[in-house]
């Protein structure tokens, strides 16, 4: 599964959308972009996944580049329960494609 | 109700020790998984099951021996704890191997001392 690229933290704003890139610049064609949370002492939480087209849900807006070497994720209006790691995954559709996460994005949510 | 359940949350115990942390998942979902996240906060796959069968294994010591009695739990069995073992274990499932989208327990938290 292709790598990706994270910077290792942000800060946002209560209320301000927040904008977290992720660069997956070896991605197939094949493979899904997925993103998860890990709110401190909880376990991971799934939020949103695509493969090229942008997708939204209830949780954030997932935009993926046209060549698909990025991605995106949007908060619309952060608030402070949405501090946490946020995971950028690539994941193909195999069985035995597993979920790598790396070392995130610590969103910080200040008031 | 919880989708997926462990326990025990917390567990201390005394190196060459043999525990276990049981899971439970409600979803109705064929396939299981435990992840290890070390004092790094990386976390790791350590196996899958689809169907009570195990289809991933990632080079995992053999004192770890998953077991999954039916699909709605997976069971993780170590025995002669390490100090390296201290960790949080984390379960979860999905509804099949084809996609990403895991629900995870709220971790058991092991130490060795």
């Given at each position: 599964?292709?790598?990706?690229?994270?910077?290792p933290s942000m800060d946002c704003a209560e209320g301000r959308a927040a904008n977290l890139p992720c660069n997956h610049s070896t991605i197939s064609g094949n493979e899904y972009v997925y993103w998860y949370r890990q709110i401190h002492s909880q376990g991971p939480q799934y939020i949103i996944h695509g493969l090229?087209?942008?997708?939204?849900?209830?949780m954030a807006s997932l935009i993926i580049t046209e060549d698909r070497k990025s991605s995106?994720?949007?908060?619309?209006?952060?608030t402070l329960r949405d501090t946490a790691v946020y995971?950028?995954?690539?994941?193909?559709?195999s069985g035995y494609s597993t979920l790598t996460f790396g070392k995130g994005t610590m969103l910080l949510v200040s008031p | 109700d919880t989708a997926v359940s462990q326990t025990p949350?917390?567990?201390v115990t005394q190196m060459g020790n043999d525990k276990s942390i049981k899971c439970e998942q409600n979803l109705g979902h064929d396939t299981m998984y435990w992840y290890k996240?070390?004092?790094?906060?990386?976390?790791?796959?350590?196996?899958s099951y689809n169907n009570k069968e195990l289809i991933?294994?990632?080079?995992?010591?053999?004192?770890?021996?998953?077991?999954s009695p039916d699909k709605a739990h997976l069971n993780l069995h170590i025995n002669s704890l390490e100090l390296g073992d201290s960790a949080v274990y984390f379960c979860a499932s999905s509804q099949g191997v084809a996609t990403g989208e895991l629900f995870f327990g709220?971790?058991?938290?092991?130490?060795?001392l």
């Open positions: 599964d292709a790598k990706t690229t994270q910077p090229k087209n942008n997708e939204t849900n209830e995106t994720l949007i908060l619309p209006h952060a995971y950028c995954i690539v994941r193909g559709r | 949350k917390y567990l996240q070390d004092s790094k906060k990386f976390l790791k796959i350590m196996f991933i294994n990632e080079t995992v010591p053999n004192r770890f021996s998953p077991k709220e971790g058991s938290r092991l130490t060795v």
